[in-house]
């Protein structure tokens, strides 16, 4: 991890606030302001791993896709468990985001969900945004456990 100067530490905090507020926001269900996260041309590439793995682009579509998963739970709480940025230029970073859903659903079942996010982002007009996400689930709990190998890195 190489030392940064005052604007690599701006960027790394500003970073780490937008992966902040993305789990804020989805855990609100705050939909618009989860479609300013994302970049106008961004991509979500998710893998359940049970599932055939599937990409969504542009942030309407992105946002549609979580608020319709999450329209069986009666509550929803989004928790980062750790996260990492990587500066890769002066506007461009990369992370990974360790996650795990707390999930009721209507039934009265309650789950977890754990994941990784492998994240690039951009800086445009002083706005750091999302420009890529590649979620993996890690494991699962409720009435099947689930765990899964660790991802592959991203080509």
Do not use: K
């Not at 961004?42 to 542009?58: K, N, Y």
């Not at 319709?68 to 980062?80: D, N, P, R, Y």
């Not at 970073?93 to 009265?108: F, K, P």
């Amino acid at each position: 991890m190489r030392e940064l100067d005052d604007a690599g530490t701006r960027s790394v905090v500003a970073v780490r606030r937008l992966q902040s507020a993305y789990g804020d926001a989805v855990t609100r269900r705050a939909w618009d302001e989860v479609v300013a996260l994302f970049d106008a041309d961004a991509s979500v590439h998710i893998d359940t791993r049970t599932r055939p793995a599937f990409t969504l682009t542009g942030p309407a579509a992105i946002a549609t896709f979580i608020e319709q998963s999450l329209a069986g739970f009666a509550f929803f709480e989004f928790a980062i468990l750790n996260a990492v940025v990587e500066l890769t230029g002066d506007a461009t970073a990369t992370g990974r985001v360790y996650i795990c859903e707390l999930r009721h659903d209507h039934a009265g079942e309650w789950t977890q969900a754990y994941g990784l996010y492998r994240d690039r982002y951009e800086r445009d007009d002083g706005h750091w945004r999302i420009t890529d996400r590649r979620y993996t689930s890690l494991a699962r709990t409720g009435a099947r456990i689930e765990s899964f190998a660790f991802p592959d890195p991203p080509h």
